[in-house]
């Protein structure tokens, strides 16, 4: 295992990629011929193992993925694991059933994750075409919670949007949006500027401040509707949060947390909506 980790590390993959690929690579064939076959085509071509496999796990579960998708990120899972803490522990656990929204579902890794962890949760989980929904509906149905799971094709920055909103009183509102600025996608690893979709990691348009998804989704949630009391959740770039909490404020969204990843980086957003006074940073729901 060391050896063929070492042989993609020399190829210039990053250590850590190296040895999740090499993991999921052994784990998934047996054969030695076939495995060098691999790494021998993931060296020339840089197309991450998880698309020459056609899948890559998540938390505990496994999914299909393809080129409309991003590889599910390690950074997700503490996005999904903060969340359910949170709607856990929380004083104000809805008694009725909980009801999400994942804006920008992709595989569908978030929503499917809700779905296996939260008893009776409802979701909503929206993408912005035909292909990329039809692989998270797949993705739910081998998962087995695709009755807990509506998926939509919906555009973010159209009325589509509003019209969910005002037709749902959502208790979650979870997202992982493109937050590449367009002027850093060429500066990314080339795994990711070659062969992840373009339209997932900068968005379906041009992203030169890296906000525009942040600024749609606090617009939206900004306006005036009978809402439940809601916690909105997004995973965030570390560089992204002195611009992300001006823009807080000066949306007058004074409640909210950031919450660090493991290399100690700020990668998530909770916001709390109507829950608490305005004017504090929380420590916790
Ligand atoms: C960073 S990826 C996250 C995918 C998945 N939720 C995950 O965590 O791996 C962002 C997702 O937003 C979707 N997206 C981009 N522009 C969108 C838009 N205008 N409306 C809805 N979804 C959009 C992309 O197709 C992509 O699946």
Known sequence: MEELIEKLISAGIEPQEAKKEISILLMELKDSEQIKKIISERIKTRIPIQYILGKAYFMDFEVKVD???LIPRPETEILVEETVRRLINS??????VPTALDIGTGSGIIAI????????????????????INLARENAEKNNVSEKIKFEVCDVFSNGMEEILNRNNFDLIISNPPYVKSSEMKKLRPEVVLHEPKIALVGSKENNSGLIYYERIFELITAPRNDNKRLIALEIDPSLVNDLIKLLKSKGLNSFEIVKDYSK??????????????????PGY
């Open 91 to 96: 004083r104000d656990m809805p008694r009725h």
């Open 67 to 69: 080129k409309n998708v």
């Open 113 to 132: 994750a809700l779905a296996r962890l939260i008893p009776d949760i409802k979701i909503i989980a929206i993408d912005v075409n035909e292909d990329i």
């Open 265 to 282: 980086l700020d990668r998530c957003l909770f916001i709390f909506e109507r829950s608490v006074k305005s004017g504090s940073l929380l």
